[in-house]
């Protein structure tokens, strides 16, 4: 077989060719300018020719994979970095931008409509969920994937509830982060597994009191009864010791407990810490 081509152009001459005895072949074809095309050919074999002396009759051009595009942001360029090698590892998964803020995040949607985004929870700057109503203005389609490090529950509940289709711990990335991409981009919600057990905790936690904290609430709770200081807790949830103390008097209430022994034994019964 010969092959002929231009800078933009591969034309190929078809003419007789050794293949074995098959209805079906997949050739490699590589034109005088070095271009390699991948071809699907239909062989048959004339009438009093030798079984090995076959004539390639029709041949088409391999479709492409059509891959899922995503935009990667995190305020780390060596977790970029790395993130983008696991995801793009997949023949179907192309990273087309990516960003190292919230705002950037909403700009680089915007130019590129990705199939999905996977954001960083935490970052310098605006906040993360702050910026998803932005985000989906910006690119109704786009479908968000957060990875983070805060493994708990009242962070997973307000993503879900901001519109994110996808919660994953960084440290599973690895195991995780591609099925959560391809489910995400599929229209379903992905879960952190190790969360589901936590979530459903605290559901049957508010179910037997009847008295229903905010997820806030709940996580302010338990690290009062491991014993954090509210500046300690501030830091924490990277709130203000105020609103700290406020959410401290609204639990108090809530549970009719007057006491920081009162709610750990309360914590402890509910299971939201362990002795």
């Not at 152009?9 to 007789?16: A, E, K, Q």
């Not at 991948?38 to 090995?52: H, N, Q, T």
């Amino acid at each position: 077989m010969t092959a002929s081509g231009s800078d933009s152009t591969t034309r190929l001459r078809p003419t007789s060719i050794n293949l074995p005895s098959l209805a079906s072949s997949r050739l490699t074809l590589v034109s005088s300018t070095g271009a390699i095309l991948e071809v699907c050919g239909k062989v048959r074999k004339p009438p009093g020719a030798a079984a090995s002396s076959l004539s390639l009759v029709e041949s088409e051009v391999e479709s492409p994979v059509e891959k899922l595009t995503l935009v990667l942001v995190d305020d780390h360029a060596v977790v970029r970095s790395a993130l983008k090698v696991l995801l793009e590892s997949e023949p179907d998964l192309e990273v087309v931008a990516e960003a190292g803020t919230a705002d950037d995040a909403i700009r680089y949607v915007g130019g590129h409509k990705p199939d999905v985004l996977v954001l960083d929870l935490n970052m310098p700057g605006r906040p993360s969920l702050e910026a998803i109503p932005d985000i989906q203005a910006a690119s109704p389609e786009t479908k968000i994937v957060i990875l983070t490090m805060r493994n708990e529950p009242a962070f997973a509940r307000q993503a879900l509830r901001a519109g994110v289709t996808g919660y994953v711990l960084k440290e599973a990335a690895d195991t995780e982060l591609v099925l959560a991409v391809r489910r995400a981009a599929a229209g379903d919600t992905y879960l952190q597994p190790s969360l589901y057990q936590h979530l459903a905790d605290k559901d049957r936690a508010e179910g037997r009191t009847g008295r229903t904290l905010s997820d806030r609430e709940v996580e302010v709770m338990r690290l009062i009864a491991l014993g954090h200081t509210n500046a300690e807790i501030a830091d924490q949830l990277f709130l203000s010791v105020r609103t700290v103390e406020s959410h401290r008097a609204s639990i108090q209430k809530k549970l009719d407990l007057g006491s920081r022994a009162e709610l750990v034994r309360y914590a402890l019964d509910q299971g939201l810490i362990s002795a």
